[in-house]
Structure formats: C-alpha cells, structure tokens
C-alpha cells in the first residue's frame, strides 16, 4: 500500500517520474543495442523465438512473429518489421521468399508468404544455454536471455541505427573478414584499423570517421561510370538510400536547373543499373560532378556508436567496442571450455565407478540386502579399497545410479572397450586443460576456423578512397539567365523582357553597385531589388576576384577620390558603403578588370568644372597612382575641385604634354 510520503508532492514531480521511467525504458528495452551481443531487445527474443521453433526446416514468419509475442509485449507489426531487417542483413537469418530489396527498397512479402530459419553461422556462434543468463519474460510465463552468447563482434558486423528519449545510436556495419582479422590482432596485441563496409558497396571517404564516435562523418558516393559520351551509368548506390530516392534527387535536381539530363532509366534488378542519358553538348564529367554535388549520388553519415553497457547507455569507438566483444568471445570460449572440462571429469568419473562396480561384481554385493539403505551401504562398502583411484569423492546420488544400470549391460561388459572410452576421455581432458591454459591461442584458432567456414563472398564491397567535396558553383548547370531592370533597380532570370546580362543558375550569387557607392551581394531570384541607380550588376564569382576601380564624389559638393579594390569576403544581403558615407555621394566612373596589370593601365582625363583663376581645366589621372586596398578605405584624392566628366585618355595620350 502506498503511503502518502511516498506520493508525488506536485504534477511536476509526477511527470519527472514518469517521464524518467519511460525514457530509462526506452533507451534500455527498446532502441539501443546491448554490447555484447549486439542486438535490441526485440532482435534478441526474435533469435531465441526462432532458435525455440528450430528443427532444421523453414518456419513461417508469421509462426515465428506469433511465437515472439511471448516475450515481447509490442504487437506482431514491430516484430515483422525487425525480422525483416534482420534478414536483410544476411548473416544470422536464412530467408525463402520475397524479403524485399536494399537496393531499391521495395518491401517484404506479407509474413505469412515468407520463410526463415537460423543459418548455420548463428547457430554456432550466438546460442548455448549452459553459459546463457535467463530472465523471466514480461509475464512471467516463460524464460528469456538476457543477452545471447555471441561469439562473434555482431554489432559491428551488422550495424544498427535507433532513436531514443534523448540519445540516438548509428552504428555502421563492418566487413565480417575485416572484424575477424582485427579480433586476431588484438588478441595478439598488434594495431588495427577499422572502417565501416555496406552492402550497398559504392565508395567511401572515412578520412573524418573518428573511430564511429559522435562527431565524425563519412561522405559515401555512388560509382558512376561513363559509358559513352552522352550517357552516365549508375552501378552503385550510397549506403542510406535507396535507386527510388537516388532517381527521384537527380530529376529533383533538373528540375531546379542544376544539372542538364535528357532521361534517366532504371534497369536495378539484383544489382544497381540507372542510366542517366544526357542531352547534346553535356559534358559527362561535370555532370557527374553535378550529380555529387546536388544528388543523393554522394551523403554523408554522421555516426553515433552508443550501447547498453553496466545496465546503462555508453558513447564507445568501435575499436573499444571491438576489444570488449573480442574479451567477451575469449571469456565465453573459457566458460565453455570449463564446462566441458566439468562434464569430462565426470563422465570420467562415472565410467571409471561403473568399470570397478561389474568388473569386481559388487553389485553381487546387494543380493541379500532387505532395504535400500543396506543396498547403498554395501555397494559404498565395495567401492571402498577403490576410491584411492578416483579423482573425487564417491556420494550417494553416484551409488544410485550404478544401481540403475541394467543388467543387460552387465552381461555384455566389454572391459577393454571400457579402458578405450575412458583413455579417450583422459585424452579430451588433457586436451580442454590444455586450451584453457592457451586461452588466446585456442580464441585466435577459433576466430580463424571462422573464417574460414563462413568468410568466403564477404570480401569488401566498399571501396576505400579519399575525395574532395564538389565545388557546386563550379558544376552547376548555367541554364538560367541573369537580367536587369536599370531603370527600376531589379535583377533576376525570370524578368525576360529586360536586359540580358550573362547566363547563370539558380544557385548563384550577384553582385550590384549603385551610384550612390553602395555594394551589395545578394542570393539570385526570379527578381530581387538591388537598390536604385544601379550602375552594375553581374553573377558574383568569389573564386575568381575581379579588380574594381572607382573615382567618387564625396557628398554633394566634396572632393574626388579615387581607388582600386577586390571583392572577398561579404555577408550576403548587407549593404557596403564604398566612400565614406556622405549623403550625396556619387560615382563618377566606374571599370572592372580580370588582372591587375590591366587595372593599373588606366590613363584618364578629368575634366574640371570651368572657374574663376582655374587655367588647367583638363587633367591626365592615372590609375597606376593608386594602390589595391581594402573595399573600405577612402581612397586617394583626385582633386577638390568640381569635376565635370571623367572619360579614358586616347591611346595615343602623351601625359607629359598634357591635356
């Protein structure tokens, strides 16, 4: 009964209880795998469910959904599901039927057209009762493990991905010979790496991997190849999606005007084949560029390894994981091992008590006993001068149980037979004592056996390579183009009817200069004000700066500057005062060139405004004069008095004559 100190004072304690209880249940029953045998709660029950129902032949799904209600208390729909991804993975369930494909996602057949049962691979490494801790199940009706006795790094093999109250787990699948190779060397204390293998295959950057933990990234692609020149060829596809979604991003990309395609085909049957068919003129290579750039022809997965750990979740590398699974798998060898040595001795012990109870006839001994205790005592006193030749005591419970040994089995005693069975056994002793003393010895052979068994077509699909990422202004398709209201001040590529100025695509940027000295850097639109007066408007290449050159009129009646400057690094939609901000300020000429020679040969004549004792009316400026700054200094005077026009001096100039 609940006493009232025992209630929750306030709601909000009520629900930080409750709450708790439901995160800690989540995060420990259902989302995140356990480290040492690398399976969620209800993968676990599905296994033991499966192991349950084994007898060699298929099962139904659905046979072995029903039967997995018995421990997990979440409906069969949650159960199918899990089955399926389990099978999918091909390492622990033997499928018949349609489980659906990874290539292109399509789902499994309901659970009652479709079969499984345990591979051999599971069978071996992932049951054995003797070393299993059982719980009881969620009713208490019947008993399940609390973790399979997994011999093998099976989280790492298979990888797993779940969301919890608070905390996510992305574990990516590693190759089975790589993991295998890896568990040898750390029972031998030499290096490895890790990095993960998907089934998908594809190519893989893990240059940024940091050992699975949070904070890491892979970039995986697609391997495209060029078939000829107007086509691209799809062969494989990045791990977490899927030839559907791939083929729905790329027409997704045309759409937008990044990439040029004519059509695209997919042919995937058991293995990935899209065609990507280019129109007349497209280069194939910047197109495949294009297609890592804004497809899902190349991702990027940020892994998270989190796993049960100590009855709570824990943030581990994979090569902690694999340390520990390579310690539990040399533990549960060990465990095996001294239990075989536990039955040896006493199958030992027993054939060598029933050896010396017929070959000296004590059960003769008991012919004129009355009661069963006489029986036991005379049997007990006839093993007696024979005891010295045991290796333990004889109790009573071994005494029963020569008396149950039929007397068929005495009439045909062969005693010779009898010395064979028990120097087998002292040789299968001497043998497990062995192993146990040579523990990583006997782990490394079995990890070796492995392989060797179940390795073969579990090569690396993955390929391993180190890639920059696509400049996506260098590969985009140009298939808009900029235009220009100068009238009205907008720019974009839906305003047809105005200026042209230059191609460009959906993704550029564009610089525009208005003659009150103001600049600005703003995302291109189907039409976006780029402020009045504009005297120039053009798609902005960071990449490749341009040389800028200005002379301005500070303020309505102030003095002429003139500079020269690049355009680096801007803050996109800001406003950039190019003189000193006065009100009235105007540009009186305005150039841009590609390199800085070209923007030091400028020879201009400044045409004064006529004055009283102003004799020199025209005079020769030279753009030499000035250097490069910043696109925020005031630049060098020209003159203070009032300039009339500014135009470019003839080739033929000569500035020592004069205007």
């Known amino acids: 009964m609940t006493t009232d100190s025992e209630l929750p004072t306030s709601l909000g304690a009520m629900y930080s209880n409750y709450f708790l209880d439901y995160a800690s249940y989540v995060i420990l029953e259902r989302a995140v795998p356990h480290l040492n045998d690398g399976l969620k709660p209800v993968q676990r029950r599905i296994m033991h469910s499966t192991k349950e129902l084994d007898d060699g032949r298929y099962n139904k799904v659905a046979n072995i959904v029903g039967n997995t209600m018995k421990y997990h208390p979440h409906g069969d729909a949650s159960i199918g ?30 659970s009652r057209y479709i079969e499984a049962r345990l591979t051999k691979f599971a069978l071996e490494v992932a049951f054995n009762p003797k070393t299993t801790d059982w719980t009881p199940s969620y009713d208490g009706r019947n008993k399940e493990p609390v973790t399979l006795p997994v011999k093998f790094p099976l989280l790492l093999a298979q990888g797993v991905e779940g969301i919890a109250v608070g905390l996510a787990c992305k574990v990516l699948p590693h190759n089975f010979n790589e993991l295998i190779d890896a568990s040898i060397a750390i029972l031998r204390g030499e290096p490895f790496t890790l990095v993960p293998d998907f089934p998908t295959a594809g190519i893989m950057d893990a240059s940024e991997y940091r050992d699975g933990l949070r904070g890491g990234r892979l970039r995986v692609r697609a391997r495209i190849s060029t078939e000829k020149k107007g086509l691209l060829r799809v062969l494989e596809i990045p791990f977490g999606t899927t030839t559907g979604n791939l083929m729905e991003s790329i027409v997704a990309a045309a759409d937008k005007g990044k990439i040029k395609i004519q059509k695209i085909e997919d042919n995937t049957a058991e293995h990935v084949d899209i065609l990507v068919h280019l129109p007349a ?26 796993v049960i750990l100590d009855g709570k979740p824990q943030f581990l590398g994979v090569s902690e994981i694999l340390r520990r699974n390579t310690q539990h798998t040399k533990d549960l060898l060990g465990m095996e091992l001294q239990i075989r040595l536990g039955e040896l001795a006493e199958k030992w012990h027993f054939s060598s008590l029933e050896k010396i109870f017929i070959e000296n006839r004590i059960y003769r001994d008991i012919e004129e006993c009355e009661t069963w205790e006489a029986v036991i005592r005379a049997i007990d006193d006839g093993l007696t001068p024979f005891k010295k030749l045991l290796k333990r005591e004889v109790t009573e419970e071994d005494i029963v149980r020569l008396t149950e040994i039929k007397i068929k089995r005495i009439s045909k005693f062969d005693s010779f037979k009898a010395d064979e069975e028990i120097k087998a ?31 073969t077509g579990r ?8 890639f920059d990422r696509v400049d996506r202004t260098q590969v985009v398709a140009a298939t808009e183009t900029l235009y220009v209201d100068w009238k009205n001040g907008f720019a974009g590529y839906g305003l047809k009817k105005d200026e042209a100025v230059e191609k460009c695509s959906t993704i550029d940027d564009i610089i525009a200069f208005t003659q009150d000295g103001k600049m600005k850097v703003m995302k291109i639109a189907d039409k976006g004000f780029i402020g009045q007066k504009p005297i120039h408007c053009a798609v902005f290449r960071k990449d490749d700066p341009l040389y800028y050159s200005i002379i301005y009129r500070d303020g309505k009646e102030g003095a002429v500057y003139a500079k020269r400057f690049q355009v680096g690094g801007v803050t996109r939609d800001k406003e950039y005062d190019l003189a000193k901000g006065k009100a009235g300020t105007r540009i009186l000429y305005f150039a841009i060139h590609k390199t800085e020679e070209d923007s030091a040969a400028q020879m201009l004549l400044v045409h004064l405004k006529p004055q009283l004792r102003l004799r020199n009316v025209s005079r020769p400026f030279h753009f030499a004069e000035v250097a490069i700054k910043g696109r925020a200094s005031g630049g060098n005077l020209v003159t203070k008095h009032a300039v009339e026009k500014i135009v470019r001096a003839p080739k033929d100039f000569d500035p020592s004559v004069g205007a």
């Open 81 to 110: 599901d899990a089955m399926v991804q389990l099978g999918q993975k091909d390492l622990l369930i033997d499928t018949q039927g349609n489980w659906g494909n990874i290539l292109t996602g399509d789902s499994a057949a309901a």
């Open 281 to 306: 003129g497209a280069d194939a290579e910047t197109t495949r560029d294009a297609l890592y750039a804004f497809t899902d022809c190349e991702l990027s997965i940020s892994p998270n390894a989190c």
């Open 425 to 455: 056994l002292e040789k299968d002793i001497d043998a497990t004592e062995k192993n146990l003393k040579r523990l990583n010895q006997y782990t490394i052979k079995w990890f070796e056996d492995l392989k060797k068994k179940y390795g």
């Open 459 to 466: 090569e690396r699909r993955t390929e391993i390579a180190t």
